[in-house]
């Protein structure tokens, strides 16, 4: 079971991006997804996630900018980002809240996708 993110790139100021993430493996159920931050020299900090039923929680810097969406189908989770800032360069970890036998369930981390914002 893994976590793959990819999408992650140079932008300017003001511009846009989508990154994705998808798992794969034998899950038998996929619960909350997220996506989490990691700006150079700073801790690992929430930007939004949604659970199953697609209810969405946004940390305060991403409201009104960032969009969480996710496709059960296709195991995937997205964000898109607009009106980027500098401030929102981070490597992006997505996390996945997965059952992945009868019992088991625990939480799965991405390896990371760097966002770059120049100004």
């Known amino acids: 079971v893994q976590l793959q993110a990819s999408g992650g790139g140079l932008v300017q100021t003001g511009g846009s991006l989508r990154i994705s993430c998808v798992a794969s493996g034998v899950i038998y159920r996929i619960n909350t997804m997220g996506w989490y931050r990691q700006p150079p020299g700073k801790q690992r900090e929430l930007v939004a996630d949604i659970t199953s039923d697609g209810s969405t929680n946004y940390a305060e810097p991403a409201k009104g900018r960032f969009t969480i969406s996710r496709d059960n189908a296709k195991k995937t989770v997205y964000l898109q980002m607009n009106c980027l800032e500098p401030e929102d360069t981070a490597v992006y970890y997505c996390?996945?809240?997965?059952?992945?036998?009868?019992?088991?369930?625990?939480?799965?981390w991405g390896q990371g996708t760097l966002v770059t914002v120049s100004s």
């Open positions: 996390k996945a809240d997965l059952q992945t036998g009868w019992v088991t369930t625990k939480d799965y």
